[in-house]
């Protein structure tokens, strides 16, 4: 078994290819554990195989604690439905996960279909750490969504999952007839636990992604969409993973969350919108 730092390089070196310096925006190479342009930028792999393509830190209120939580229930099954649509779009595709987190979503589709050589990448260290625990020719770094350090026409696919956009730069990357793949909540998504958090706001309890959808439709020529609704049951290990894995428990007061705890969610309602789009 490769160490980490050592299964990167061999990515790095297989495919150099696909890199470009997010200073210069020249070529990037694979010279033993790090990626060099010709201007001399370089990218050293860290110990977890993993480049920091920023140019500064970058704090994020994600950290390993919710990571964690999120990768336990998307492991126990809590988007096996997506993941199965996904699978069905991503068949022999380079893929760019984008906002990848602790990876998990690229790395269960990685183990149902056969992906070229695929890459993740998050803002947040703390996701790409624990990403890099998983293989499968996959590749994670760090990186500025606005500035992405991959050339031109890499890749046939980009997920979209949860996670922010940016449009030219998925143009960019984008190989000739490639396509994006776009996840939304839709309004019910996590319904009851909003429910449970906020009982007392009618606003916090309510969802819209109309915006965020709207944009996607305006920016592609071809889009098609599609819907997953279902009940999810918790597996009683996963509950309390439930109540960490969001954003959503940020602003709830812990006397709230405390008798959450005690009294945690059963099931949970999994609302999702699908956009795929092709330029």
Same mark, same amino acid.
């Given at each position: 078994?490769?160490?980490?730092?050592?299964?990167?390089?061999?990515?790095?070196?297989?495919?150099?290819?696909?890199?470009?310096?997010?200073?210069?925006?020249?070529? =990037? !190479?694979?010279?033993?554990?790090?990626?060099?342009?010709?201007?001399?930028?370089? &990218? *050293?792999? +860290? #110990?977890? /195989?993993?480049?920091?393509?920023?140019?500064?830190?970058?704090?994020?209120?994600?950290?390993?604690?919710?990571?964690?939580?999120?990768?336990?229930?998307?492991?126990?099954?809590?988007?096996?439905?997506?993941?199965?649509?996904?699978?069905?779009?991503?068949?022999?595709?380079?893929?760019?996960?984008?906002?990848?987190?602790?990876?998990?979503? =690229? !790395?269960?589709?990685?183990?149902?279909?056969?992906?070229?050589?695929?890459?993740? &990448? *998050?803002? +947040? #260290?703390? /996701?790409?750490?624990?990403?890099?625990?998983?293989?499968?020719?996959?590749?994670?770094?760090?990186?500025?969504?606005?500035?992405?350090?991959?050339?031109?026409?890499?890749?046939?696919?980009?997920?979209?999952?949860?996670?922010?956009?940016?449009?030219?730069?998925?143009?960019?990357?984008?190989?000739?007839?490639?396509?994006?793949?776009?996840?939304?909540?839709?309004?019910?998504?996590?319904?009851?636990?909003?429910?449970?958090?906020?009982?007392?706001?009618?606003?916090?309890?309510?969802?819209?992604?109309?915006?965020?959808?709207?944009?996607?439709?305006?920016?592609?020529?071809?889009?098609?969409?599609?819907?997953?609704?279902?009940?999810?049951?918790?597996?009683?290990?996963?509950?309390?993973?439930?109540?960490?894995?969001?954003?959503?428990?940020?602003?709830?007061?812990?006397?709230?969350?405390?008798?959450?705890?005690?009294?945690?969610?059963?099931?949970?309602?999994?609302?999702?919108?699908?956009?795929?789009?092709?330029?």
């Amino acid at each position: 078994m490769l160490k980490k730092i050592d299964r990167g390089a061999a990515f790095i070196q297989k495919e150099s290819q696909l890199f470009r310096c997010p200073k210069c925006h020249q070529p =990037l !190479a694979g010279k033993e554990k790090s990626l060099v342009c010709t201007n001399g930028h370089r &990218f *050293d792999l +860290s #110990k977890k /195989g993993t480049p920091y393509f920023l140019d500064h830190q970058i704090q994020t209120d994600y950290n390993q604690v919710m990571f964690q939580h999120r990768r336990n229930l998307i492991t126990n099954g809590m988007y096996q439905p997506l993941i199965d649509l996904l699978a069905l779009e991503c068949e022999q595709q380079r893929v760019l996960d984008v906002g990848c987190g602790e990876g998990s979503f =690229l !790395a269960q589709l990685a183990t149902k279909v056969n992906l070229k050589p695929s890459i993740g &990448f *998050d803002i +947040s #260290k703390e /996701g790409i750490y624990l990403a890099s625990d998983y293989a499968n020719q996959l590749f994670w770094c760090v990186a500025d969504l606005t500035n992405l350090p991959f050339q031109s026409g890499s890749f046939t696919t980009i997920l979209n999952i949860f996670s922010p956009s940016n449009y030219q730069e998925f143009k960019r990357v984008l190989t000739p007839g490639g396509k994006v793949i776009k996840v939304v909540p839709g309004s019910l998504y996590l319904s009851e636990l909003r429910q449970a958090f906020y009982p007392e706001d009618a606003v916090k309890q309510q969802y819209s992604n109309e915006a965020v959808v709207d944009k996607f439709q305006e920016t592609f020529t071809k889009v098609t969409t599609k819907t997953l609704k279902y009940t999810f049951d918790i597996p009683e290990s996963c509950r309390l993973s439930l109540l960490e894995m969001s954003p959503l428990e940020w602003g709830v007061s812990d006397e709230i969350k405390a008798k959450v705890q005690k009294d945690p969610l059963k099931k949970i309602t999994i609302d999702l919108e699908i956009l795929i789009g092709e330029y």
